[in-house]
């Protein structure tokens, strides 16, 4: 656990993360060991004539092969952790995020407008987000996701908030005087409290799109 209240799409970062930095220890206390050994037994007292090797095939194929593997296995679980922000699935509830000098503003797809982030629990959410002047960033630290907000242009995110909760939306870009400022919360709801609450005060009402399906959508990844 990185940051507090980490969700499902944080397990995949977390996850990459604990992988990088623990091959990385892995190896610095061998290439540091090895460095200290050599320093011990080649010294110039014991082998005071210096000896040249020249190649060795097997160490070579070796120092080449595995760092490699290790590369391709860090891209390969930091892809599968990010394409499940960029696949939409069919059943997606699409929130339209407004950004600008200094706040946010959501906006469902009944018209419900609101500062604060409602989103219903087991739902997957598309978010269509654009800013009315400088470059934002839609961050979401306890899901470890994030996403430029740019003018005349609008950019997206997938999100899946599995459990409940009280959690943090920020801006990531400095945007100004007040970008500290630029900060929300996220409150997950149970469905049926998020629709009264979506539904209270428009004309339209908003029904949830099925999301049996989704699950098994996502776990094919
Ligand atoms: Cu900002």
Request: glycine share 6%; proline share 6%; with cysteine.
């Amino acid at each position: 656990m990185l940051l507090p209240g980490p969700q499902n799409e944080a397990k995949a970062v977390d996850d990459v993360m604990r992988f990088i930095v623990g091959t990385d220890l892995i190896l610095f206390a061998l290439v540091i060991g090895a460095m200290l050994l050599f320093v011990f037994k080649y010294n110039k007292k014991r082998h005071p004539k210096a000896v040249s090797i020249h190649g060795n095939v097997p160490l070579e194929i070796i120092w080449t092969v595995i760092p490699v593997l290790l590369v391709l296995y860090m891209f390969y679980i930091g892809w599968k952790g990010y394409i499940q922000t960029r696949i939409v699935p069919k059943n997606a509830m699409t929130v339209k995020v407004t950004a600008r000098q200094w706040n946010w503003q959501f906006q469902y797809e009944n018209g419900k407008q609101a500062d604060t982030l409602y989103l219903p629990q087991g739902q997957p959410i598309k978010f269509l987000m654009t800013s009315l002047d400088v470059i934002h960033g839609f961050f979401l630290p306890d899901f470890r996701e994030k996403q430029d907000v740019l003018p005349d242009r609008v950019t997206y995110l997938v999100l899946y908030p599995e459990n409940l909760g009280n959690f943090e939306l920020t801006c990531s870009k400095y945007c100004g005087l007040h970008h500290a400022l630029m900060y929300t919360r996220v409150i997950v709801e149970p469905p049926d409290k998020f629709l009264a609450w979506v539904n209270s005060g428009v004309k339209d009402t908003l029904a949830l799109p099925d999301s049996s399906q989704v699950k098994t959508e996502r776990a094919g990844l």
